[in-house]
């Protein structure tokens, strides 16, 4: 991990601007305590330290990867409870993996029954649209 240091706080904005992940969202992830409250300084603006930003460049790549907030909960409490295994991590990882391999498989479904509709369409200037019967099919072929 890159070190990072600094003698004085981060305020939100330059966190955000660090990070990619906007100051709404960061507040999000603060409110729902995936990120720690921040210190604040005499006028009540929020000072970030090194950790909490490492943390939100963590939070920011997991969810680059897909993972949920609960994932990146759990993932957390174990960096957080220090004993835990790397097989714990590769657990979670093996289930979230799964989960994308369903997602895609499902796209790709949707990808087959959308080109099959447009297939079906001749574009022509007629009041009856394949597409349009298609969607309007009661069965549920898809």
Known sequence: MKNITKTR??????????TGVNIETIRYYERISIMPKPDRTAGGNRQYNDDQLKRLFFIRRARGL???????RALFSMVDQKDASCSEVHDLTVIHLASVKEKIAGLTKLETALSGMIAKCNQGDVPDCPILETLFETHLGA
């Open 9 to 18: 706080g981060y305020a939100i904005g330059e966190m955000s601007l660090k």
């Open 66 to 72: 897909g993972f949920s907030i609960e994932e990146i």
